[in-house]
């Protein structure tokens, strides 16, 4: 009976760590799929908003936040810009990307800087 008690134990244990590992690599590859989709995005934006400056400087009307919807889950983007200058010639950007995965909120941020060119 201990013998059988002791087998039942062990097989138990070994089920929780294949059930853990898979649920975990599940949520590893719900991650890197929704990354892969969202990181174009997020440099076509980026490229968008740095034309945008380099072609209005201060005059350019950029949207600062928005919602995506990919796959049935709600991507929220919020953009933040300010001149580092005092002629308003030279803008950082950083754009943040946010989506619930899981328990937990994912953070995705890319920043760049845009020069205004054309006077």
Do not use: C
């Not at 928005?66 to 983007?77: A, F, P, R, T, V």
């Amino acid at each position: 009976l201990l013998e059988v008690m002791i087998a039942v134990s062990v097989l138990a244990l070994g089920a929780v760590i294949v059930y853990q590992s898979f649920f975990i690599a599940v949520d590893s590859f719900n991650y890197y799929s929704t990354l892969l989709k969202i990181a174009p995005w997020m440099d076509e934006k980026i490229w968008e908003v740095q034309s945008d400056f380099a072609r209005l400087g201060s005059g350019a009307f950029v949207l600062s936040s928005g919602q995506l919807e990919m796959d049935n889950k709600k991507i929220s983007w919020n953009l933040n810009f300010h001149p580092l200058d005092q002629t308003e010639d030279f803008y950082q950007l950083d754009l943040a990307v946010t989506w619930p995965q899981g328990a937990r909120q994912v953070r995705l941020t890319r920043s760049a800087y845009a020069l205004h060119l054309e006077k």
